[in-house]
T-cell receptor, first 114, second 113 residues
Framework: EPEVTQTPSHQVTQMGQEVILRCVPI?????FYWYRQILGQKVEFLVSFYNNEISEKSEIFDDQFSVERPDGSNFTLKIRSTKLEDSAMYFC????????????FGPGTRLTVL | AQSVTQLGSHVSVSEGALVLLRCNYS??????LFWYVQYPNQGLQLLLKYTTGATLVKGINGFEAEFKKSETSFHLTKPSAHMSDAAEYFCAVSMTAGNKLTFGGGTRVLVKP
């Protein structure tokens, strides 16, 4: 199973601040995803990223959110101006070229907005 | 839009008893189907998946699931529960390879000694 790490494991921020969550796949992958899980709720899809561009995004993924692969390795999710309701666990997932039908998840970043 | 329903948000089983977790999906075409497990304070780990071929799929830790197209179901079973099976289990579907996953609400499994 491909290894995916996420940093930080826990981020506490003030409402209105910008946060950047990072996903670091250990080897080269083609498909990248962000999901979030608000406490007590379902895991929700945010965005998928393929071939260096967004391939699909949910209605949650509004103008406050952005994604990029700044150095061809890390995959980041930026929230420009955090809201209280952004507090959630954020999971990065990757899909490999040899197994595009399967997504492997990182351990998550717990974001707390105060 | 796809939806996934997991019947029972909490399931309690005795150690050694059968574990049965139910998952139904709504889709006009057979999707790709997955079960993930989440242990406390950890990420989602893939248990097993169905894409094509044999409808009974085996996964890690003794779990298996059967895809039944006529019932639009993908129930997860394990013949004999172990204390280490205590976790939350998520059923998920995607329509094609590389497509987003749609998750069910999750079922938390408690194993009693």
């Amino acid at each position: 199973e491909p290894e995916v790490t996420q940093t930080p494991s826990h981020q506490v921020t003030q409402m209105g601040q910008e946060v950047i969550l990072r996903c670091v796949p250990i080897s080269n992958h083609l498909y990248f995803y962000w999901y979030r899980q608000i406490l007590g709720q379902k895991v929700e899809f945010l965005v998928s990223f393929y071939n260096n561009e967004i391939s699909e995004k949910s209605e949650i993924f509004d103008d406050q959110f952005s994604v990029e692969r700044p150095d061809g390795s890390n995959f980041t999710l930026k929230i420009r101006s955090t809201k209280l309701e952004d507090s959630a666990m954020y999971f990065c997932a990757i899909g490999t070229s040899g197994s595009a039908d399967t997504q492997y998840f990182g351990p998550g970043t717990r974001l707390t907005v105060l | 839009a796809q939806s996934v329903t997991q019947l029972g948000s909490h399931v309690s089983v005795s150690e050694g008893a059968l574990v049965l977790l139910r998952c139904n999906y709504s889709s006009s075409v057979p999707p790709y189907l997955f079960w993930y497990v989440q242990y406390p304070n950890q990420g989602l780990q893939l248990l097993l998946k169905y894409t094509t071929g044999a409808t009974l799929v085996k996964g890690i830790n003794g779990f298996e699931a059967e895809f039944k197209k006529s019932e639009t179901s993908f129930h997860l079973t394990k013949p004999s529960a172990h204390m280490s099976d205590a976790a939350e289990y998520f059923c998920a579907v995607s329509m094609t390879a590389g497509n987003k996953l749609t998750f069910g609400g999750g079922t938390r499994v408690l194993v009693k000694p």
